[in-house]
């Protein structure tokens, strides 16, 4: 099936590092989301992007799309513990498919005390 | 409180059992959909529904059927076809558009 590519696919850490995963795609997407899942538990929506060289912030949690709308990223500064779980990327109308949610392959964030 | 519903948590199948799978939403959205996950991969897609009484294929649906008779239930039917259910399932829903989707908290499923 489809998919978005994600790296890292796993990074550990140490607390207190930054962290981030990258969203690819070899076609133009219209939007981004980004997904936390924490280990054992369900996928959280976190932020939509849609506007070329978008940023947005959550404390701290940095995400950019990018210019030509075909990768996004998540930054994470000073990692904590709460950070840890798996981080997805995911695009609606990837390759046409205007109907679904296209998920990336997801980067696993370890942080370590 | 709005949200998703999936039941049961934890499920055993027997080998050649049919077992469904129910996800009940009240947040009122059109859109629902069902994902598998194997450990430590990503979500793929299996069945989802734009509205009652219509849905589609996804990307991994052999083995597989669902039903949609009603706005706030979309069940999944895990048949003895899917020779290797063994994964986690989880059941989404959105409204119309380009919106989030929000998450059961999934139901794990084991050959016994």
């Known amino acids: 099936g489809q998919q978005v590519m994600q790296i890292p696919q796993y990074q550990h850490v140490q607390e207190g590092e930054d962290f981030t995963t990258y969203c690819n795609s070899s076609t133009t997407l219209s939007n981004i989301q980004w997904y936390k899942q924490r280990p054992g538990g369900h996928p959280v929506f976190l932020i939509q992007l849609v506007k070329s060289g978008e940023v947005k912030k959550q404390k701290r949690l940095t995400f950019q799309f990018g210019e030509a709308k075909k990768n996004s990223s998540l930054h994470i500064t000073a990692t904590q513990t709460t950070d840890v779980g798996t981080y997805f990327c995911?695009?609606?109308?990837?390759?046409?498919?205007?109907?679904?949610?296209?998920f990336g392959t997801g980067t696993l964030l370890a942080v370590q005390p | 409180d709005g949200g998703i519903t999936q039941s049961p948590k934890y499920l055993f199948r027997k080998e050649g059992q049919n077992v469904t799978l129910s996800c009940e939403q009240n947040?009122?959205?059109?859109?629902m959909y069902w994902y598998r996950q194997d450990p430590g991969q990503g979500l793929r897609l299996i069945y989802y529904?734009?509205?009652?009484?219509?849905?589609q294929k996804g990307d991994i649906a052999e083995g597989y059927s669902v039903s949609r008779e009603k706005k706030e239930s979309f069940p999944l039917t895990v048949t003895s076809a899917q020779k290797n259910p063994t994964a986690f399932y989880l059941c989404?829903?959105?409204?119309?558009?380009?919106?989030?989707?929000?998450f059961g908290d999934g139901t794990r499923l084991s050959i016994l």
């Open positions: 989404a829903s959105s409204g119309q558009g380009v919106q989030p989707q929000h």
């Open positions: 947040l009122n959205h059109d859109a």
């Open positions: 995911a695009a609606w109308g990837y390759g046409g498919a205007t109907n679904k949610l296209i």
């Open positions: 529904s734009q509205i009652v009484n219509d849905f």
